[in-house]
């Protein structure tokens, strides 16, 4: 199983950025998908979620500006990013709860992809 994640690049303060991140491999179902973020000197944190279902939940600090969405016939998840700020300055990580046909369930991670805003 691989997550592939693109969509990363450099902003300015206030813009916007879509980062998409596609499982592949020998998957059986996808659980919930979501996305992190390490900055510089910082822990991964979780920015978003989303369950198989479609149920969300956000970090407070990107509440109201960031949409995490999920295309299931595609393996895909997205994370829209709007309004952006420095602070969301980071190496975003996909990853995703995969049960393989093996039926074993595993947390996989995508290779990270780099925002940054300037300001």
């Known amino acids: 199983v691989q997550l592939q994640a693109s969509g990363g690049g450099l902003v300015q303060a206030g813009g916007s950025l879509r980062l998409s991140c596609a499982a592949s491999?020998?998957?059986?179902?996808?659980?919930?998908m979501g996305w992190h973020r390490q900055a510089p000197g910082k822990q991964r944190e979780l920015v978003a979620g989303i369950t198989s279902g479609g149920s969300t939940n956000y970090a407070d600090s990107v509440k109201g500006r960031f949409t995490v969405s999920r295309d299931n016939a595609k393996n895909t998840v997205y994370l829209q990013m709007n309004s952006l700020k420095p602070e969301d300055t980071a190496v975003y990580y996909c990853?995703?709860?995969?049960?393989?046909?093996?039926?074993?369930?595993?947390?996989?991670w995508g290779q990270g992809t780099q925002v940054t805003v300037s300001s």
């Open positions: 990853n995703a709860l995969i049960e393989t046909y093996n039926r074993w369930s595993n947390y996989y």
């Open positions: 491999g020998s998957i059986l179902s996808i659980n919930n």
